[in-house]
């Protein structure tokens, strides 16, 4: 399983929240009681160059590991209720509570828990309060102070191999491969038995296109955990992404031989049917999950998927009504951020339909959901910002140029003054959109090369932006890489899957 992305399991926490926390997971400190606690607990010594865990309590303490060696293997949802212990047992552990976000199955929860975690940071060591703001920083969008923190981190405990994951992480999230690949393989040197670094080292090789190093990570982390379902999930990752989705089944099949409740694994058959041109045994596949969940994220996980078959199946009608489905979970909780995440991804496929005042509808509602809710200044900027990058793509359809232009100017101007590397690059890709509409090819190719060359539609875009170039030769690499993306549910490789193959 893929930990950086969150997969879907956090699907409902809308775009630029995801993507910034993700190089928070998987970090937490070292199994040890720090100096200063309370003094019915024995002190413990931590080795040389390792990040504390602060807490008063022993029993705390083991609960929190327990969650934490369940976290690291994707047994997410029974890592719950061992943070949920180690908090009872301590309700100043501030760790617990970070954790305890970053394992939420709602956005709700996620602030919940990280904002505790952010008010009891003064108790906690000067690395642990470096990991929980770096974490609110990310939540609220602003990668530079994230990596501000994470610099801080990494100066403090170069010889952590927690500290060392989480700044790996951050490059991942950035798509910097080759620098999250140097801090991944240094948190294995640091930590041999450290199964999730070699996790997402052989994620980051894959995400680099260097397959047989990617495959070696993954078989490493098979010897480490062999009775443990992840390592298979991954390494079935990686085969669906070359396309060997017999073998990749096959992989998936294992990891639910060893859990059955792993249903990241069904997803994944899921795809592989489905690129192998069985969407119906693919949606059979995916309803396994509805039957074996066990909370509404897990839910989520099943209705998303459905969506992404339904509409690479061309039937858009029922994808909106899976949407609606995840929207209704979302207002059982009153789940803002699941529930926003709910009204973009339901307004992406109006616009896609060519519905763009219905589109806009959707946009309009989650903008107003966020700003009305008790969430953080900074996320309300973000998603008043990200609502310019929305009205463009609206105006794009409706052939107003003028708009589109505005829009995009408005959108690139906030992005520049933020820093952030992933809003940059959807910058660039609405330029490139706004060229390829005034058949400006040249431009056209500049800024979609700028653009997320991790997303299937703009490598389809790429595709187009060469085809009116008239050079049919690069116009056929890029809608091979978009047709042959082969990746687990993702909305924009369903837009693009079948029409990129048709090139």
């Not at 858009?316 to 899976?322: E, I, R, V, Y």
Request: hydrophobic share 40%; charged share 25%; with cysteine.
């Amino acid at each position: 399983m893929f930990r950086i992305s969150l997969k879907s399991r956090n699907r409902s926490i809308p775009l630029l929240l995801s993507l910034t926390v993700a190089a928070t997971v998987s970090f937490m400190g070292c199994a040890n009681v720090a100096e200063g606690t309370n003094n019915s607990i024995a002190k413990k010594t931590e080795p040389a160059g390792k990040l504390p865990l602060t807490t008063a309590s022993e029993e705390a303490r083991k609960e929190f590991l327990q969650g934490r060696d369940l976290n690291e293997k994707l047994l997410i949802h029974d890592s719950i209720a061992h943070f949920d212990k180690a908090i009872s047992l301590d309700p100043n552990f501030a760790m617990a509570e970070l954790n305890r976000a970053l394992v939420s199955p709602t956005g709700k929860e996620f602030f919940e828990h990280l904002k505790k975690a952010v008010s009891l940071a003064d108790k906690a060591s000067p690395g642990e309060k470096l990991l929980i703001l770096g974490t609110e920083a990310g939540a609220n969008g602003n990668t530079a102070k994230q990596k501000e923190y994470l610099d801080q981190l990494i100066a403090a405990f170069p010889n952590d191999e927690r500290a060392n994951f989480a700044l790996a992480g951050y490059y991942f999230g950035q798509q910097e491969m080759p620098k999250a690949i140097e801090y991944y393989k240094k948190a294995t040197e640091l930590g041999p038995t450290f199964s999730s670094a070699f996790n997402l080292l052989g994620y980051a090789y894959r995400q680099n296109a260097d397959y047989a190093n990617a495959e070696a990570a993954f078989k490493k982390y098979i010897e480490l955990i062999p009775n443990d379902p992840n390592p298979y999930d991954s390494y079935a990752e990686l085969l669906l992404k070359m396309g060997k989705f017999d073998d990749s089944i096959a992989q998936y099949r294992k990891a639910l031989a060893i859990d059955q409740n792993f249903i990241n694994a069904h997803q994944g058959i899921g795809m592989a049917l489905l690129y192998k041109g069985n969407a119906e045994e693919a949606s059979a596949e995916i309803q396994k999950i509805t039957g074996k969940a066990r909370s509404d994220a897990e839910r989520r996980t099943a209705l998303f998927a459905l969506t992404v078959v339904d509409v690479d199946s061309g039937k858009w009608d029922k994808a909106l009504g899976d949407v609606d489905m995840q929207y209704a979970l979302g207002e059982k909780t009153s789940d803002v951020p699941g529930m926003t995440g709910d009204l973009q991804l339901k307004g992406n496929i109006l616009l896609e339909m060519g519905k763009y005042d219905e589109a806009k509808a959707q946009y309009e509602k989650a903008l107003k959901m966020t700003t009305d809710s008790n969430l953080s200044p900074q996320i309300k900027d973000n998603a008043s910002l990200f609502h310019h990058y929305n009205l463009a793509r609206v105006a794009l359809g409706k052939k107003d140029l003028t708009t589109a232009k505005t829009e995009a100017e408005a959108f690139y101007k906030g992005t520049e003054a933020l820093k952030n590397p992933a809003q940059v690059r959807q910058a660039h890709q609405l330029w490139g959109l706004i060229a390829i509409e005034a058949k400006d090819y040249d431009k056209a190719v500049s800024e979609l090369r700028q653009a997320n060359q991790q997303n299937p539609y703009d490598l389809y875009r790429l595709c187009q932006a060469y085809q009116g170039k008239g050079d049919a030769g690069q116009a056929k690499e890029f809608c091979k890489k978009a047709a042959n993306f082969n990746s687990l549910p993702q909305i924009n490789y369903a837009f693009v899957r079948t029409k990129a193959a048709k090139v």
